[in-house]
């Protein structure tokens, strides 16, 4: 019913910048929280950065100062600006989406998605 489809990962050296995408289609009532996530070989999936519906935002401590979240409610889409990029950061990236899925005239459900996941690789 929802979909997400993400964009801009790639192969960057140390020190550059990406910027991802992702957006939301589908029964849409509205989004709550927006947020990435990242894993790399052999870790745990762990938050990057999140924005709540009010523009709120959070961030690792390994990203403070060189991430940037941030949210487009009329496209439905999240972006996370990457600047200062380390090898460290390298890894596959996954964008989380909390949304209010319209079911019918008055009625909606809570459901997370997940996007498809975009492989970041810094190289130093």
């Known amino acids: 019913q929802v979909q997400l489809v993400e964009s801009g990962g790639g192969l960057v050296q140390a020190g550059g910048s990406l910027r991802l995408s992702c957006a939301a289609s589908?029964?849409?009532?509205?989004?709550?929280?927006m947020g990435w996530y990242r894993q790399a070989p052999g870790k745990q999936r762990e938050l990057v950065a999140g924005i709540t519906s009010g523009g709120r935002t959070n961030y690792a401590d390994s990203v403070k100062g060189r991430f940037t979240i941030s949210r487009d409610n009329a496209k439905n889409t999240v972006y996370l600006e990457m600047n200062s990029l380390k090898p460290e950061d390298t890894a596959v990236y996954y964008c989380?989406?909390?949304?209010?899925?319209?079911?019918?005239?008055?009625?909606?459900?809570?459901?997370?998605?997940w996007g498809q996941g975009t492989q970041v690789t810094v190289s130093s």
């Open positions: 589908g029964s849409i009532f509205s989004i709550n929280a």
């Open positions: 989380n989406v909390q949304v209010q899925v319209f079911q019918a005239p008055g009625r909606h459900r809570t459901a997370d998605y």
